[in-house]
């Protein structure tokens, strides 16, 4: 029986990388698909079962706050990039609400040894870009 490999994986398997429009190809083509799989608030990402040993909440979160490793610099480069525009405002309203205790959406309160404190280094450190 043939293997078929989904469109998406086909586009990130097929890109070469070699130039810096592969690479924002890259980019987008891996955020895509975990836009599918966003909150209505924006701030977390559920793609299907983990099997992390932390709440589902903090699992949401990574999803969430993994793509921002590549997001923010892409767009503190690059902020009026057409093939982003919806992305961004999609995590910015992710930040907004994740970080508002008031929000449904709210990540949470850390505890000792939190996941939480994990991906606080991806949003902490993409913080120091101004234009996302």
Same mark, same amino acid.
């Given at each position: 029986?043939? /293997?078929?490999?989904?469109?998406? *994986?086909?586009? #990130?398997?097929?890109?070469?990388?070699?130039?810096?429009? %592969?690479? #924002?190809? !890259?980019? $987008?083509?891996?955020? #895509?698909?975990?836009?599918?799989?966003?909150?209505?608030?924006?701030?977390?990402?559920?793609?299907? $079962?983990?099997?992390? /040993?932390?709440? +589902? *909440?903090?699992?949401?979160?990574? &999803?969430? @706050?993994?793509? !921002?490793?590549?997001?923010?610099?892409?767009?503190?480069?690059?902020?009026? =990039?057409?093939?982003?525009?919806? !992305?961004? @405002? @999609?995590?910015?309203? &992710?930040?907004?609400?994740?970080?508002?205790?008031? $929000?449904?959406?709210?990540?949470?309160? /850390?505890?000792?040894? %939190? +996941?939480?404190? *994990?991906?606080?280094? @991806?949003?902490?450190?993409?913080?120091?870009?101004? =234009?996302?």
């Amino acid at each position: 029986m043939p /293997h078929h490999t989904p469109d998406p *994986v086909k586009k #990130i398997t097929s890109n070469p990388v070699t130039t810096r429009e %592969d690479l #924002i190809d !890259l980019l $987008h083509d891996l955020l #895509i698909p975990l836009q599918a799989g966003q909150s209505p608030g924006g701030a977390r990402i559920r793609i299907g $079962h983990t099997g992390t /040993h932390f709440d +589902q *909440v903090a699992a949401e979160l990574e &999803g969430y @706050a993994r793509a !921002l490793w590549g997001l923010a610099p892409m767009l503190a480069a690059d902020p009026e =990039n057409p093939k982003f525009s919806g !992305l961004r @405002a @999609a995590w910015v309203k &992710g930040l907004d609400h994740g970080t508002n205790p008031a $929000h449904e959406e709210y990540w949470g309160d /850390h505890t000792d040894s %939190d +996941q939480r404190f *994990v991906e606080m280094a @991806a949003i902490v450190s993409n913080s120091l870009f101004p =234009n996302v």
